[in-house]
């Protein structure tokens, strides 16, 4: 066990666990933050992706020991803001969400693209969701979300 | 077993010297490695160094001669550097998504050592030394003197790579080929990378590495200084002799991702069409 200190969703926590721990474990079995889903485990499908300074990371594959001093948002941070009411219209408007296991992945993802670029072009938004899997939607639907998104919330990025 | 948050790179080389710690730094191999049952802690096998909060060793500097590259620097944040050589770009986009890349580094793809690590790749081709410290002492290395075999090192328990120096070297084409099982998030059956520099229909600077066919990453230094210096169709017409040069190299093997008679095929079709399309321009 020992002590990490990080700022979670604008808060500042720390937590006495194994620095092995994988801190999508931390955040759904410790914390009570269950918006961030597994899928396999192995960094191939996005599901658990949360944003640290920022940028999007695969929860599953982040030891505990890696987010000391780190600021971390996830998708139950991220609802309480103005982009996130953007892509949730955005999303629903497209028919982008089916199961939805895939879906706070995607909407982190979304984000950690639009902060780095408020008005991306089809293939950057296919780069930005390469790491992202979804067995539902067949991806056209969540394409036309992201763009819809940077329209629709044109200077909140 | 000991677990550990260093505070500075100082005190990283301090607990390394005792020898038992493994470093890890994106984790991106390492945890898929030593993956546990879910909501388990990974089973790491030795003292584990958590150094990722080390932000000291996340820089790009431009040396005049050559770039220096923090040990921590992702590949995302490389991607985005100006400074950071087109065909490094080229490969660094196709490795894996953003996410896996804004943890990635390329210092943690050679402490891992498979042979089919694209960054590895980029490494060779662009001659890259190594900065490698322990307490109270540093040693430099090329690259192909580091990586020894498939998770293979010359790393001590001591050491740690500290900074990856790409000499600055101008090229008239490169060109990086992955070829895997699909287009995004996959990890490469074989992958090419070439450069050359021509010059009034001279090749001056000929440069070729191919990944995943052999224990390490395979780059016939010796084959490209032999037609250095030569015209552009004296090297083309050499096509079947430079491919010869590769046969005792070329040894891919049968895995779960590729079969060696594909792999050796398709090695052999990105070394002709570099060399038989190195005079034309992307």
């Known amino acids: 066990m020992a002590k990490v200190t990080f700022t979670l969703n604008g808060e500042s926590i720390t937590v006495d666990e194994p620095l092995n721990m994988r801190f999508l474990d931390i955040l759904r079995m410790k914390l009570g933050l269950t918006g961030s889903k597994e899928g396999c485990g192995e960094g191939e499908c996005g599901a658990c992706a949360v944003l640290i300074d920022g940028q999007l990371v695969n929860s599953c594959l982040l030891p505990l020991g890696s987010v000391e001093g780190r600021n971390v948002m996830t998708i139950e941070g991220y609802r309480k803001t103005k982009r996130y009411k953007i892509l949730e219209d955005a999303f629903i408007e497209e028919g982008a969400v089916q199961c939805g296991i895939c879906t706070p992945g ?5 984000e950690s693209l639009l902060n780095q670029n408020p008005k991306p072009s089809e293939k950057e938004i296919r780069i930005a969701l390469a790491g992202n899997l979804c067995r539902c939607t067949g991806y056209e639907m969540i394409f036309k979300a992201v763009k819809r998104a940077a329209k629709e919330g044109e200077g909140l990025w | 077993m000991k677990h550990v948050i260093p505070k500075t790179y100082k005190e990283a080389l301090e607990h390394l010297s005792e020898g038992t710690y493994k470093v890890l730094a994106g984790g991106t191999d390492l945890m898929v490695k030593n993956r546990s049952w879910s909501e388990t802690p990974a089973r790491f096998k030795q003292d584990m160094l958590y150094i990722h909060n080390l932000d000291e060793l996340r820089y790009v500097e431009d040396k005049g001669d050559h770039l220096a590259i923090g040990a921590l620097t992702d590949y995302e944040t490389l991607l985005r550097h100006e400074a950071v050589p087109k065909v490094l770009k080229d490969c660094l986009i196709e490795i894996a998504g953003p996410a896996i ?112 066919v052999n224990v390490t990453v395979v780059r016939l230094r010796e084959v490209e200084k032999l037609h250095t210096g030569e015209t552009i169709s004296a090297v083309q017409d050499s096509i079947v002799s430079i491919k010869n040069a590769y046969v005792p190299h070329i040894k891919p093997i049968d895995d779960q991702r590729s079969n060696r008679v594909y792999r050796k095929r398709v090695a052999f079709n990105m070394i002709e069409d570099f060399i038989m399309n190195m005079h034309i321009q992307d």
């Open chain 2, 101 to 212: 890349r804004k943890v990635g580094t390329l210092a943690g793809n050679i402490g891992n050592a498979s042979p089919a690590a694209d960054g590895v790749l980029l490494l060779y081709l662009l001659d890259a030394q190594l900065v490698i410290e322990r307490k109270g002492a540093r040693r430099e290395a090329l690259i192909d003197d580091v990586i020894t075999g498939p998770g293979k090192t010359t790393l001590s328990n001591e050491e740690m790579i500290k900074e990856i120096r790409l000499p600055k070297s101008t090229f008239t084409k490169t060109q990086f080929l992955k070829v895997g099982g699909r287009k995004a998030d996959a990890i490469s059956k074989v992958a090419f990378a070439g450069a050359v520099r021509i010059e009034d229909g001279i090749v001056k600077d000929l440069r070729m590495a191919i990944g995943a």
């Open chain 1, 106 to 110: 995607m909407v982190m993802a979304s």
